[in-house]
């Protein structure tokens, strides 16, 4: 009866809460009391009966032997298996705990905490909507303040800058101070004040971090305002960028766009561009073309010249100012090699097709001018012998002299006219490039930094 009354109070203690914490608190206050010398199995007895009344073990085993406690049993959480070990730890006549209570945790379907939570964010939300509201009015009142002062600006620098690359950027300068004072105005009614002093104070921070972060797109942004301002080539030249050579069609903040005399699209990175050298063919119409050509020994050199220059005077394609030239070369090893430089308009003509004609013509008059071209000298082996022909056999081929004859009149008809079909009208490819160009969309589709290659609109 005196164990009765002495752990009248236990079941209190193992429904007090749903939760291992309180329990533990709760079990704290007061020591359970047995009767002296209790039996061992009095012990296991109470223990396991609070043990099943808390609800929180299953599979459980309370065993006692000389004040040494023996629990087994499952749990959900690692506190319930702490509260039931100190709750053994305080029994009257206990000696030491085996607490062998395995942790097995389940899975809770319980959205309870959930619904809290997302209660919490609701709550958060409806407060900061309000502030939320006035943020986003003042952005957009400095968003559209600062495009109207960037396109004030821009009208205002159209007349003083010639590139409008550079009159882009010096509107987003203008404009961007505008944004950053709008952006601090919103973290200062957010109550971010600190946080609006280091975006002010870190602005330059961020912008040394970006260069050396994007260096080669800086690198490239920079080329172009370079290239837009110092106008080596405008839309529609045909330039040559190292071992790249085509018509212009586009400079953006990253590339240069040549149409290649292929048809084909070659983008350039104009910090390649900057560094290179440009050929500009489109600066100065006039064009110089040239090519070699050797002579024998025994021919004389001022026959050839004559002989030259009068194929080159007699081409509609060559310039008479600056005159053509036909100049002695090099002595070879077994010809005298004549340069022959002509000039012509390089707008209206091609450079490929002039010069096959004009070699056509200079070939000609040197040999009606009775002038040799001879073969450089090399070494010939017949390893079967020189093979040999008897007049009789020529002569047999005497009914055939007439038609030969009419072929090679023919022949010399041909090669006397300045265009050839296989050199067509002489005419450049730009024009037919161009029009190429503008059926088809540029690749990348950027807005073109470069002025046309009118001529009305080239500084004088």
Request: proline share 5%.
């Amino acid at each position: 009866m005196a164990l009765v009354c002495a752990l009248a109070g236990a079941p209190a203690l193992a429904q007090t809460s749903p939760t291992a914490s309180d329990a533990t608190a709760a079990g704290s206050t007061r020591e359970i009391a047995v009767a002296p010398n209790a039996r061992d199995a009095q012990i296991a007895d109470r223990l396991e009966r609070i043990l099943e009344a808390s609800g929180w073990f299953s599979s459980l085993s309370v065993s006692v032997r000389e004040g040494l406690v023996f629990v087994d049993g499952r749990t959900e959480t690692e506190d319930r298996r702490e509260w039931a070990r100190q709750l053994a730890l305080r029994t009257q006549d206990v000696v030491a705990v085996v607490n062998r209570i395995a942790v097995q945790p389940t899975i809770s379907w319980d959205f309870t905490p959930t619904w809290r939570e997302l209660g919490r964010l609701v709550d958060r939300a409806r407060w900061f909507a309000p502030l939320t509201v006035v943020s986003l009015i003042v952005l957009i009142v400095f968003w559209l303040l600062s495009r109207g002062v960037a396109a004030l600006a821009r009208h205002a620098l159209q007349r003083r800058l010639s590139s409008p690359l550079l009159v882009t950027i010096a509107a987003r300068v203008v404009a961007f101070p505008i944004i950053l004072v709008g952006v601090y105005l919103v973290l200062q009614i957010a109550g971010l004040t600190r946080l609006a002093i280091t975006v002010l104070g870190g602005t330059g921070l961020v912008g040394i971090v970006v260069g050396l972060a994007f260096r080669e797109i800086a690198e490239n942004a920079l080329a172009s305002i370079l290239l837009s301002v110092r106008n080596p080539f405008r839309t529609g030249d045909w330039i040559q960028v190292g071992q790249y050579q085509g018509i212009v069609q586009n400079l953006n903040m990253r590339t240069t766009i040549l149409l290649t005399l292929d048809g084909n699209h070659v983008l350039i990175p104009n910090s390649l561009v900057f560094k290179s050298v440009v050929t500009n063919f489109s600066t100065n119409p006039s064009r110089r073309g040239e090519f070699s050509v050797g002579i024998g020994y025994a021919d004389s050199i001022v026959k050839a010249q004559d002989a030259i220059l009068g194929a080159l005077r007699a081409h509609p394609a060559v310039l008479g100012s600056p005159e053509p030239a036909a100049i002695v070369d090099e002595l070879g090893p077994s010809t005298v090699n004549i340069r022959v430089q002509f000039w012509f308009d390089g707008t209206s003509y091609s450079i490929f097709k002039v010069r096959s004609s004009l070699m056509r013509q200079v070939k000609r008059a040197l040999q009606d001018a009775g002038v040799s071209m001879p073969d450089a000298a090399r070494e010939v082996i017949f390893p079967e012998g020189v093979p040999l022909r008897r007049a009789s056999d020529e002569a047999g081929t005497a009914e055939d002299r007439p038609a030969r004859q009419v072929g090679a009149k023919a022949e010399a008809q041909a090669e006397a006219e300045v265009v050839s079909s296989g050199e067509g009208d002489l005419k450049s490819e730009e024009a037919e490039l161009n029009r190429q160009a503008s059926a088809s969309p540029l690749p990348g589709g950027e807005i073109n930094l470069l002025a046309s290659n009118n001529p009305a609109s080239r500084d004088p």
